[in-house]
Nanobody, 122 residues
Framework: QVQLLESGGGLLQPGGSLRLSCAASGSFFSIVAMGWYRQAPGKQRELVALIYERTSPNYSDSVKGRFTISRDNAKNTVDLQMNSLKPEDTAVYSC????????????????WGQGTQVTVSS
């Protein structure tokens, strides 16, 4: 009953920048955390960045200093600003949310969006 819709992916050259956005909709009591995963062809899905409501964000070591995650709790959105992009950043990026259910706020569930393609190539 929770949908995550991503936008902002695209094709660009190394050194460029992109901003990914995600909006959560549907039925939930609250969103505990939001973040971004990515998966490259033939590789395991990895957590890129994660942010809770009242704490500093966490980042994968491979993107620290280049990516910035931000969250608007009132709008139920999360963004990922990606700078100095490298070919190894090429992947499908999926929005992630950990929510408390509307039917029972004591129950947590994880959701992922369908993903948006980011391709970095010269």
């Amino acid at each position: 009953q929770v949908q995550l819709l991503e936008s902002g992916g695209g094709l660009l050259q190394p050194g460029g920048s992109l901003r990914l956005s995600c909006a959560a909709s549907g039925s939930f009591f609250s969103i505990v955390a939001m973040g971004w995963y990515r998966q490259a062809p033939g590789k395991q899905r990895e957590l890129v960045a994660l942010i809770y409501e009242r704490t500093s964000p966490n980042y994968s070591d491979s993107v620290k200093g280049r990516f910035t995650i931000s969250r608007d709790n009132a709008k139920n959105t999360v963004d990922l600003q990606m700078n100095s992009l490298k070919p190894e950043d090429t992947a499908v990026y999926s929005c992630y949310a950990l929510v408390r259910l509307a039917s029972d706020s004591n129950i947590r569930r994880q959701f992922w969006g369908q993903g948006t393609q980011v391709t970095v190539s010269s």
